[in-house]
């Protein structure tokens, strides 16, 4: 998946989460996903944790904050 369609993945609207970005048709901030990911919560656990949640939203996470 190329990083353009990456990003479409993370939405940013001022009336759902204060404006942070999130994954798209979610109340999953980028922020709150790279925080999983930064204490030890591999993809896959987050996945589980969050149904409807792709690896793909994982990678535009990672790749939103680049």
């Known amino acids: 998946m190329t990083d353009q369609k990456l990003l479409e993945r993370i939405s940013l609207n001022p009336a759902i989460m204060t404006g942070k970005p999130v994954v798209h048709g979610t109340r999953l901030t ?3 996903i790279l925080n999983l990911l930064a204490h ?3 993809a896959q ?5 969050y149904k409807g949640l ?4 994982i990678q535009a996470c990672i790749e939103f904050t680049r």
């Open 40 to 42: 030890g919560q591999s």
């Open 45 to 49: 656990e987050i996945i589980n944790e």
């Open 54 to 57: 792709r690896l793909e939203d």
């Open 30 to 32: 980028v922020e709150f």
